[in-house]
């Protein structure tokens, strides 16, 4: 039987609730705004449309590898460049995220918690899978 320090449960608890968030922020893009719209609106933002496409797949495939606990450092590292993008989008509304439009706090602030992530690792109960593992060494 494995025994895990209480630093596991948290590791465990930050990157399920961070990846149970990115799954919906994926999933509001997909069937929400639609995909369409996504592209639409980050070309509206003078950023490219296929960007939109590999934000969506890094907040769905990033999510759902956070909640499993698979390659959860690389996963985690991979989603700060999304989450800065993201402060990025908002800097120009302000500081609180609950200004129109939302500010910058909420996005800059879920950046920090990914580098925690990626510091702590996947913590308890993460699903194994040897040849990730093998494959990712000392960042599965």
Do not use: C
Request: hydrophobic fraction near 60%.
């Amino acid at each position: 039987m494995t025994t895990y320090a209480t630093s596991d449960y948290a590791a465990t608890l930050l990157r399920v609730s961070s990846g149970i968030a990115f799954l919906a922020h994926g999933l509001l893009k997909v069937s929400v705004f639609t995909i369409a719209g996504t592209v639409g609106y980050f070309e509206s933002l003078g950023l490219p449309g296929a960007l939109a496409y590999l934000t969506i797949l890094a907040e769905l495939v990033g999510g759902i590898a956070l909640i499993l606990g698979i390659g959860v450092r690389v996963a985690a590292l991979a989603l700060i460049p999304v989450l800065l993008g993201a402060t990025w989008v908002h800097s120009g509304n302000g500081w609180l995220f609950s200004s129109e439009g939302g500010g910058w706090e909420f996005p800059l602030f879920w950046a920090v918690v990914q580098v925690a992530i990626a510091l702590l690792g996947a913590g308890a109960f993460a699903v194994k899978i040897p040849a990730v593992e093998k494959a990712l060494g000392k960042f599965a």
